[in-house]
C-alpha cells in the first residue's frame, strides 16, 4: 500500500540485530503515511519472532524459515524481500547499513529496478512516498542531501546507532505471514556455509553503543590490555586503527575508518589515535567523543568534544580505576 513500510531484520544466532530493530523505530517515525509496518525475518525460528516485534509497531510479520537461510545466502534473501516488497505494495524499504544489509540493499534494489539512498543519518518520506535524507561525504568532512522522488518502492539503508532503538507507544498486531519460498534451492550458487567465532567472544564495534579504541600510540600489542581493561570496565567494544591492524596488533574486525567498520556509538574514546582521515570517516559521527593523545595537535582533538592531553599509559590506568570505583 502507498503508505507502508517494510524493514527487513538480520539475525544472528537467531537474536535480532539492535541496527534492524534502529531501523523498524526509524520506519514508525518517519516512513509510515497512514499505512501498515512490515517486517521479514528469515530463517529457522523466524516465525516464533512476532511477540518480540510487536512492542516495536510492527503489523504484519513476514517470515521464511527455510535451513538454507540461516546463514546469509545473497541470492535466496534478495528473492524473499523483492517477493515481499511486491507482495505488500510498501512506498519504503529500509535496512540497517550493516555489511550485510548494504550488500542486501543494492542487490534488491537492482532486482526491483528501483533506487536506493545508502548510509543515512536522517531520513524523511513525504506524504507520495518520497524518500530524502542526509548521508556523511568525503569522509565524514560534509554532508549531502539525496532524494528519491519517483522511483517505488524507495530503498534505503541507515548508519547504525544513528536512529534510536524505541518501542512504540501502541503494540503492533504483529500478524504472522508465511511466506512461499520464492526460490530454487538447486540455482543457489553462493551461501555461507559456517560461522566461526573468535576463542573470546567480544562486542562488534558496529553495533556497541561505547567503544574505546587503540592506535600506534599504544606502542605495542602487548599494551592493548589498557584498551581492554577499560573497554570492560565500561562495557565497551575494542576498536582500533587501522595502522595497528595493518601491523598486526589486533585482527581486523575490530578496525574502524573507511576500510574498516563505520560505527555512531553513544561514546567513542580515542587511546592514542592520531586521527587520520580515513579513521575520522569511521567514527566522527560517534555523539560524544573523548581523545586521548600526548601530542597537542593532533587532528582527533578537531572532532573531540572532550580531550586529555597526556600520557596514555598514565591516563588510562586512572580511567579504568575511576570508572570502577563509580560503579561500586
Not at 50 to 76: C, F, M, Q, R, T
Not at 170 to 193: H, K, M, N, T, Y
Not at 290 to 303: C, G, H, M, R, S
Amino acid at each position: 500500500m502507498a503508505g507502508d513500510a517494510l524493514v527487513f531484520l538480520e539475525r544472528r544466532e537467531g537474536q535480532i540485530k539492535r541496527p534492524s530493530l534502529q531501523a523498524l523505530a526509524a520506519a514508525r517515525r518517519h516512513a509510515l503515511r497512514g499505512g501498515s509496518l512490515h517486517a521479514l525475518v528469515l530463517g529457522p525460528g523466524s516465525a516464533d519472532c512476532a511477540s518480540e516485534l510487536a512492542p516495536y509497531g510492527v503489523d504484519h510479520v513476514h517470515h521464511l524459515a527455510d535451513p538454507l537461510l540461516e546463514l546469509y545466502a545473497p541470492e535466496a534473501y534478495t528473492a524473499c524481500l523483492a517477493q515481499v516488497a511486491r507482495s505488500t505494495g510498501a512506498a519504503v524499504v529500509l535496512l540497517a547499513g550493516t555489511a550485510l544489509g548494504r550488500d542486501l540493499a543494492a542487490r534488491t534494489a537492482a532486482r526491483l529496478g528501483t533506487a536506493c539512498a545508502s548510509d543515512l543519518v536522517e531520513l524523511q518520506v513525504a506524504d507520495d512516498g518520497a524518500l530524502s535524507g542526509r548521508r556523511p561525504v568525503y569522509s565524514g568532512k560534509a554532508y549531502a542531501r539525496v532524494a528519491i522522488p519517483r522511483a517505488r518502492p524507495a530503498m534505503a539503508t541507515l548508519r547504525p546507532n544513528v536512529f534510536p532503538a524505541e518501542t512504540a507507544e501502541r503494540p503492533g498486531r504483529a500478524e504472522s505471514v508465511p511466506l512461499e519460498r520464492p526460490f530454487d534451492p538447486q540455482r543457489i550458487r553462493v551461501r555461507a556455509v559456517e560461522l566461526r567465532h573468535a576463542a573470546e567472544k567480544e562486542l562488534d564495534v558496529a553495533e556497541a553503543s561505547i567503544i574505546v579504541a587503540g592506535g600506534r600510540g599504544l606502542r605495542g600489542p602487548e599494551n592493548f590490555s589498557l584498551v581492554r581493561d577499560l573497554a570492560r570496565a565500561l562495557g565497551a567494544a575494542v576498536g582500533a586503527s587501522r595502522a595497528v591492524v595493518d601491523a598486526g596488533w589486533i585482527p581486523h574486525a575490530h578496525q574502524v575508518g573507511q576500510t574498516g567498520k563505520v560505527v555512531s556509538p553513544t561514546l567513542y574514546v580515542a587511546c592514542g589515535i592520531s586521527g587520520a582521515i580515513q579513521h575520522l570517516a569511521g567514527m566522527s559521527s560517534s555523539k560524544v567523543i573523548v581523545a586521548i593523545n600526548k601530542d597537542p595537535e593532533a587532528p582527533i582533538f578537531k572532532v573531540a568534544d572532550y580531550g586529555i592531553v597526556g600520557d596514555l599509559f598514565e591516563v588510562l590506568p586512572a580511567l579504568t580505576r575511576a570508572v570502577e570505583a563509580h560503579k561500586g
